[in-house]
């Protein structure tokens, strides 16, 4: 089977015991879902991670299907752990195989084509505030604390820094990261790759989200991927911070927590596109100053005093 060559590195990135081999088998799944479900399946959306198509079925109605990691284990599956008011309807799953049977959202234009920036993040807190969930006791799920380790990690093995990003920003990151997740105090199951792309049109004037990744923490952190997307060609820090506040006002959240997660979040997320050429995503990057700027202006105090 002809797959990108991103998706299957992605995979194998991922799941480095079983990807080679569940990449293999994914012919196999597809042909095993078309029988159990009685379905045509088509060629796949763009791939990131998991395998996700568009199918019909012999009656003719609309679904997809999603393949789900091999590693990753089905339990961890985050749609099912997601308040189903606010996400795409399973239709039905096979947890052995790791399968999901996915309502089709239709019309499924993304929040990204709303030009009005203000609706569409009004759009964003009302979803979201349907989506969250409280975590079970037994939840499988990875949890920010996973995020603050992993920016340890490129910290310890970058000690000169990595790319455009100082040794000083990456420590001063990582202490608040670790100071934030010690004083964290409501913790949800979240989106944990909630964005205008992952939010689509269903019907007339309803939204709903797909393609959680799954994470455990403080709702304010969910939001910053949000925040980082979508922006306008100029006066990025007034988005950002046009953003925040209607954020902040409707789902009641603790400001400054959402500011210094932005500063934390976007550093690890700046670092991740850095690549061995030194090429990096430049929005990224600039964003780290707009959360410092933005924190620093709000609480008359540098960042570094959020933790004293």
Known sequence: MDLPQPFADNVLTACPTEGEAWLKKIPELL?????????????????????????????????????????EGFEREALLALNPAGRVKVIDEDKEKGILLLEKVEPGMPLSELKDDEAATLTAARLHKQLVTAVRP????????????????????????LGPISNQTLSRALALFTYLNQTSKTQAVLHGDFHHYNILKQGENEWTAIDPKGLIGEIEYDLIQFLLNRWPAERQRDC?????????????????????????????????????????????????????????????????????
Not at 56 to 63: F, H, I, P, R
Not at 263 to 279: K, P
């Open 31 to 71: 042909r095993y879902s078309e029988q159990r479900w009685a379905l045509t399946v088509h060629d796949p959306f763009p791939l990131s991670y998991n395998y996700v198509a568009p199918a019909t079925s012999k009656k003719g109605a609309k679904v997809v299907l999603k393949l789900s990691l091999p590693e």
């Open 138 to 161: 037994d939840s499988p799920l990875p949890t920010i604390k996973g995020r603050e380790n992993q920016l340890r990690d490129i910290l310890m093995n970058n000690s000169a820094g």
């Open 240 to 308: 950002i911070n046009e953003r925040i506040k209607i954020f902040v006002q409707e789902l009641n959240l603790n400001k400054e927590r959402l500011l210094l997660w932005g500063y934390c979040h976007t550093v690890l997320a700046a670092s991740w596109t850095v690549n061995q050429h030194g090429g990096y995503d430049e929005d990224f990057y600039s964003a780290i100053e707009i959360f410092r700027s933005l924190y620093e202006c709000t609480y008359q105090r540098t960042i570094e005093g959020a933790i004293d």
